[in-house]
């Protein structure tokens, strides 16, 4: 059988206790209310569902972690253990995308491959914030401590890389080895993109990741400057314990897969938890994903960075994602009507 109802969506105006006491609103709606629900395919959701809610620490879903994996009938099972919640702070949805980068470099400098991909050095993990983007590239701090991990031959593609988080470096001889976010410095993120726009030199909305990458080539010394505008810099380590054919490492410490996995803002959203996507704008999605992965750019509610898989054509298609539409989170039952309950109290 398919679909245990509910028999009306249910209204909720939450408060939180947080500073600045933003308004939540918490609605329940019916699946029947999901649009494009019955078209999906709720079989590769609950194998992607699978891979990660053992990680998933509350009893509930480890009750239905335990059920999922004795191979339900897919959409059954959503129906009959979930309610989709509508989770918003007034503000609208959207979703932008993520890939895995594939770069070129080496295990030693030399030639083209002179651009470091740096290992976090200690004192950077005791001090929040430590140097920015450009004391670290400008400095010596970095110099004759064995900290870099691979050498790459574009310092673009080695910004957006830090952007992503995580990623492939192919070298010479053929062989590949992943990296995968190893800390930050502290500082917060500036866009890049953002700041094209205020400088006037595009609009808003003929900026993307090719446009910048472009613009920053065209122009060395001011693209070298635009990159400085961003303080943030991550480190990265190795990952050699992903197979080749498995996605990179999310924030559940496991492999996110392509058009499958959100990252999320976990305040709102619990990492692990299935996530029913419309995303409207060009090429709408309609599609059962699951909270794998965050990001810091990803806040509220509403709000989903979803992964399309690895190199240039992904980035592509991720670049040009800006789109609103709708996230509805799938709780377990008594979780779902658990927000009506504290509420009344």
Same mark, same amino acid.
């Given at each position: 059988?398919?679909?245990? $109802?509910?028999?009306?969506?249910?209204?909720?105006? %939450?408060?939180?206790?947080?500073?600045?006491?933003?308004?939540?609103?918490?609605?329940?709606?019916?699946?029947?209310?999901?649009?494009?629900?019955?078209?999906?395919?709720?079989? =590769?959701?609950?194998?992607?569902?699978?891979?990660?809610?053992?990680?998933? =620490?509350?009893?509930?879903?480890?009750?239905?972690?335990?059920?999922?994996?004795?191979?339900?009938?897919?959409?059954?099972?959503?129906?009959?253990?979930?309610?989709?919640?509508? #989770?918003?702070?007034?503000?609208?949805?959207?979703?932008?995308?993520?890939?895995?980068?594939?770069?070129?470099?080496? %295990?030693?400098?030399?030639?083209?491959?002179?651009?470091?991909?740096?290992?976090?050095?200690?004192?950077?993990?005791?001090?929040?914030?430590?140097?920015?983007?450009?004391?670290?590239?400008?400095?010596?701090?970095?110099?004759?401590?064995?900290?870099?991990?691979?050498?790459?031959?574009?310092?673009?593609?080695?910004?957006?890389?830090?952007?992503?988080?995580?990623?492939?470096? $192919?070298?010479?001889?053929?062989?590949?080895?992943?990296?995968?976010?190893?800390?930050?410095?502290?500082?917060?993120?500036?866009?890049?993109?953002?700041?094209?726009?205020?400088?006037?030199?595009?609009?808003?909305?003929?900026?993307?990741?090719?446009? #910048?990458?472009?613009?920053?080539?065209?122009?060395?010394?001011?693209?070298?400057?635009?990159?400085?505008?961003?303080?943030?810099?991550?480190?990265?380590?190795?990952?050699?314990?992903?197979?080749?054919?498995?996605?990179? %490492?999310?924030?559940?410490?496991?492999?996110?897969?392509?058009?499958?996995?959100?990252?999320?803002?976990?305040?709102?959203?619990?990492?692990?938890?299935?996530?029913?996507?419309? =995303?409207?704008?060009?090429?709408?999605?309609?599609?059962?994903?699951?909270?794998?992965?965050?990001?810091?750019?990803? =806040?509220?509610?509403?709000?989903?960075?979803?992964?399309?898989?690895?190199?240039?054509?992904?980035?592509?298609?991720?670049?040009?994602?800006?789109?609103?539409?709708?996230?509805?989170?799938?709780?377990? #039952?008594?979780?779902?009507?658990?927000? %009506?309950?504290?509420?009344?109290?």
């Amino acid at each position: 059988m398919t679909g245990a $109802r509910c028999a009306f969506p249910v209204i909720l105006t %939450l408060w939180s206790a947080m500073a600045g006491a933003s308004e939540f609103r918490h609605e329940i709606l019916d699946f029947s209310d999901l649009r494009g629900w019955a078209e999906d395919d709720h079989a =590769k959701a609950l194998k992607v569902f699978t891979e990660t809610c053992a990680d998933m =620490k509350d009893p509930d879903w480890q009750s239905l972690c335990a059920l999922a994996q004795t191979g339900p009938e897919a959409r059954t099972f959503f129906e009959l253990f979930f309610r989709p919640v509508v #989770i918003s702070d007034g503000n609208p949805a959207l979703f932008t995308g993520y890939y895995e980068p594939q770069l070129r470099g080496a %295990l030693q400098p030399g030639g083209r491959y002179r651009y470091p991909v740096y290992r976090m050095p200690p004192e950077a993990r005791e001090a929040s914030p430590w140097l920015s983007r450009r004391e670290i590239l400008t400095g010596d701090v970095m110099s004759g401590r064995g900290l870099e991990i691979a050498w790459v031959d574009d310092p673009v593609e080695l910004f957006f890389l830090q952007i992503q988080g995580s990623g492939r470096i $192919r070298l010479p001889d053929g062989g590949v080895i992943r990296v995968g976010y190893g800390g930050a410095n502290g500082h917060p993120y500036r866009s890049i993109g953002t700041e094209l726009v205020r400088l006037g030199i595009y609009e808003a909305h003929q900026v993307s990741a090719e446009v #910048i990458k472009n613009w920053v080539r065209r122009n060395p010394e001011a693209g070298e400057a635009l990159l400085f505008h961003n303080p943030s810099y991550v480190f990265f380590r190795r990952v050699d314990q992903v197979s080749p054919e498995r996605g990179p %490492l999310g924030a559940m410490n496991r492999s996110v897969t392509a058009g499958r996995t959100i990252a999320v803002d976990p305040a709102h959203v619990p990492l692990g938890a299935p996530v029913w996507i419309e =995303k409207e704008g060009h090429g709408p999605i309609r599609r059962l994903m699951v909270a794998q992965d965050t990001g810091s750019a990803i =806040k509220g509610p509403q709000r989903a960075d979803i992964f399309f898989g690895t190199g240039a054509d992904a980035g592509r298609a991720a670049g040009r994602l800006r789109d609103p539409g709708r996230m509805v989170v799938l709780m377990p #039952i008594q979780r779902a009507y658990a927000m %009506l309950t504290d509420a009344d109290q």
